[in-house]
């Protein structure tokens, strides 16, 4: 059993940053890729970014790549997404998720959705100002 406890949301004006981190607990956090999700009201659950068990591959959603960033560090069972450029359609909850199935080398576009992960964090708010 694994249990998600994610920080750092916040509200911020459009141009800043934030970042989020994700604590782990209950099984070996190095075996498992992770993810962030969000949702924004109104609409559905999106992945935003992935990162493999080891940190070696990550994935991003289109709308994000160039200004967010995945990164874990296994020895403090945590992973990041560290948001810069944030703009108002980035309002969302913010879930971190954690992969069902050990060492996944490689997540995708066609390769990677909500039902690869088992574990959810109860979520983050981050809310982008205009």
């Known amino acids: 059993q694994v249990q998600l406890v994610e920080s750092g949301g916040g509200l911020v004006q459009a141009g800043g940053s934030l970042r989020l981190s994700c604590a782990s607990s209950?099984?070996?956090?190095?075996?498992?890729?992770m993810g962030w999700f969000r949702q924004a009201p109104g609409k559905e659950r999106e992945i935003v970014a992935a990162i493999t068990y080891g940190g070696g591959s990550t994935y991003y959603t289109d709308s994000v790549k160039g200004r967010f960033t995945i990164s874990r560090d296994n020895a403090k069972r945590t992973v990041y997404l560290q948001m810069n450029s944030l703009k108002p359609e980035d309002t969302a909850v913010y879930y971190c998720?954690?992969?069902?199935?050990?060492?996944?080398?490689?997540?995708?576009?066609?390769?990677?959705?909500?039902?690869?992960?088992?574990?959810w964090g109860q979520g983050t708010q981050v809310t982008v100002s205009s």
């Open positions: 998720a954690a992969d069902y199935r050990t060492y996944r080398a490689y997540y995708s576009r066609n390769y990677v959705s909500e039902g690869d992960f088992g574990s």
């Open positions: 209950g099984r070996t956090f190095s075996n498992y890729g």
